[in-house]
């Protein structure tokens, strides 16, 4: 099965802060990837898919980036609401596999 | 509005069994491929199951072959997640959710429900 790495596995930004979260697969998926947000308590949000597609009513702060193996996730200006943790997830072939999360926090 | 709303979590014993429902409203729910998808308490994602439009199709992790089933009834606009022989390691949320095609990727989600493998 492909494995999906995401680093760092948390981080700590300030408000406007430019944000970088990295997702690697362990061979290539083309742009079979996709990134959500979950706030604690709740379920996963969709972000991004096809790798820098937007999903319709995410803010253009969040862009996505990557094909092959290795994809970004960025923020181009981090905000307080923006407080949560970030997943990737491949869809190339089953099984769907996760990267780990990465949680990001404000200063 | 898309919703799903997932029901029939709660707590069992190990080697106990337990089915999940996810009702769905709001759009039409046979076109879609529908997942299961699970995340232990203070862990990460898991897909567990996926199912096609019509049920013909069905795949899962690993960890849960022969012992989760999952199925849907498009009359109802339901999705099912039959759980036998758990172990205390399927303890998790388990939300269903909406799979695009070709993307596939889950663009809607249920709130979850808990299920609590424990003696």
């Known amino acids: 099965d492909i494995q999906m790495t995401q680093s760092p596995s948390s981080l700590s930004a300030s408000v406007g802060d430019r944000v970088t979260i990295t997702c690697r697969a362990s061979q290539s998926i083309s742009t079979y990837l996709n990134w959500y947000q979950q706030k604690p308590g709740k379920a996963p949000k969709l972000l991004i898919y096809?790798?820098?597609s937007l999903q319709s009513g995410v803010p253009s702060r969040f862009s996505g980036s990557g094909s092959g193996t290795d994809f970004t996730l960025t923020i181009s200006s981090l905000q307080l609401e923006d407080c949560a943790t970030y997943y990737c997830q491949k869809s190339y072939s089953v099984p769907w596999t996760f990267g780990q999360g990465t949680k990001v926090e404000i200063k | 509005e898309v919703q799903l709303v997932e029901s029939g979590g709660g707590l069992v014993q190990p080697g106990g069994s337990l089915r999940l429902s996810c009702a769905a409203s709001g759009f039409t729910f046979s076109n879609y491929w529908m997942s299961w998808v699970r995340q232990a308490p203070g862990k990460g994602l898991e897909w567990v199951a996926k199912i096609k439009q019509d049920g013909s199709e069905k795949d899962y992790v690993d960890s849960v072959k022969g012992r989760f089933t999952i199925s849907r009834d498009n009359a109802k606009n339901s999705l099912y997640l039959q759980m036998n022989s758990l172990r205390a390691d399927d303890t998790a949320v388990y939300f269903c959710?909406?799979?695009?095609?070709?993307?596939?990727?889950?663009?809607?989600w249920g709130q979850g429900t808990l299920v609590t493998v424990s003696s």
């Open positions: 959710a909406r799979e695009t095609e070709y993307t596939n990727n889950f663009d809607c």
């Open positions: 096809a790798a820098s």
